[in-house]
């Protein structure tokens, strides 16, 4: 938690990017097709993987705790079973489209780096 701000400043430009995202698709009704098929899966690694920190370091009291590389790769991997085998199978709203793993690797992967620059 000693120099946290690279990743705090992800976690906000994910958020920000997400609502905005949002806004425009729902109230503007603008389209644009590659942000509406992969924006939300890449903005909301580092939105669930800091939301998990956040819970543990509130649980065990610790403000030094960190997520493992194991723990963030099954997150990763957790968020494609759920997004992209399960929910299709249960849900005709819901389209396994394997680009997704991709937007989930590239936010995985901009946490890390976030981590790693924290460090």
């Known amino acids: 938690m000693k120099h946290e701000k ?19 698709q729902m109230v503007i009704k603008l389209k644009i097709a590659f942000m509406d098929n992969y924006l939300d899966p890449a903005v909301l690694m580092p939105l669930l993987l800091y939301a998990v920190l956040w819970e543990r ?15 963030i790769f099954g997150y990763f991997l957790l968020m494609v079973l759920i997004g992209e085998i399960l929910l299709p199978l249960f849900s005709e709203k819901f389209t ?14 901009a946490y890390i780096i976030a981590k790693e620059v924290s460090r």
């Open 6 to 24: 690279p990743i705090i400043i992800l976690v906000a430009v994910s958020a920000l990017l997400f609502l905005i995202h949002q806004y425009f």
């Open 57 to 71: 370091r509130l649980i065990l009291k610790n403000k030094n705790q960190v997520l493992s590389y194991t723990e």
């Open 96 to 109: 396994a489209d394997y680009w997704d793993i991709l937007a989930y690797a590239f936010g995985t992967l």
